[in-house]
């Protein structure tokens, strides 16, 4: 989802409507008019993508007035400009902080989608450490499951979809690092993490495979048959198959 659609459809939502009315001036309207003046100019540098000036004046709005819409707007809108700032970590801290303190908000769901994208930013590759990865995965899941029809879920579906391959390819490939290594019993469990957790990964097959063939290595000749039938029934086109049906060991 693009800066611009992020920004329209929440960076004002909560402060919209909530003018007080000029006929009743009171203590309540001027401190909404002071916590206007500061969000106008941080909401501008958000904008304009100085996001580094937006945060210091969101944060230093929050100090002054830290109850109120524009204070949880500007809550909101810190975790977008670190997010959008390529800060990881403090996007998705500042998301968790809007989640925990405004539970019930009717906009919690882009901040749980906010969190979600800033772990999966922090994303390296298949290689590296994986915890972002799980977390992006963990919060978009829960993102799509409590809010199914929220803008953001079908977003977070795709994301999670690409988590899936991400992490899948990374267990396959530890799986076959301890199968070179004759450490079978390892592999298999490696294997088995690809084949129960990510079903839907592209790795799911070759991950049939590697279990067939520890499963052969450690003596086990019942399992191996068993997993060879499991992947000729789920990839009867497999290139994988020809090689566990032509020899008896690997």
Known sequence: MSKRILISLCCTALIAGCASSPNKPDSSA????S???LFQPAQKAMEHGDYT?????????????????????AQLNTAYSYYQRGDSKAAAAAAERFI?????????DYAWYLKGIAYYQAIQGVEENPRPAEEAF????????RWPDSAYAIDARLRMAKIIDILGQRNLNICKFYYVRHAYVAAA????????????SPAREEALYYLARSYRRLNLPNLARTTASVLAYNYPKSKYLSDLSSSAKP
Request: glycine share 2%; hydrophobic share 25%; proline share 7%.
């Open 138 to 145: 963990s919060t978009l899941d829960t993102l799509a499951k």
């Open 35 to 37: 916590a206007e003046t």
């Open 189 to 200: 469990n490696r294997c088995n993490t690809v084949i129960t957790r990510y079903q839907l």
């Open 30 to 33: 001027d401190r909404h008019e």
């Open 100 to 108: 925990k303190l405004h539970p019930a908000n009717p906009h919690v």
């Open 53 to 73: 000036s937006a945060i210091k004046q969101y944060e230093n709005l929050e100090t002054r007035y830290p109850y109120g819409p524009y204070a949880e707007q």
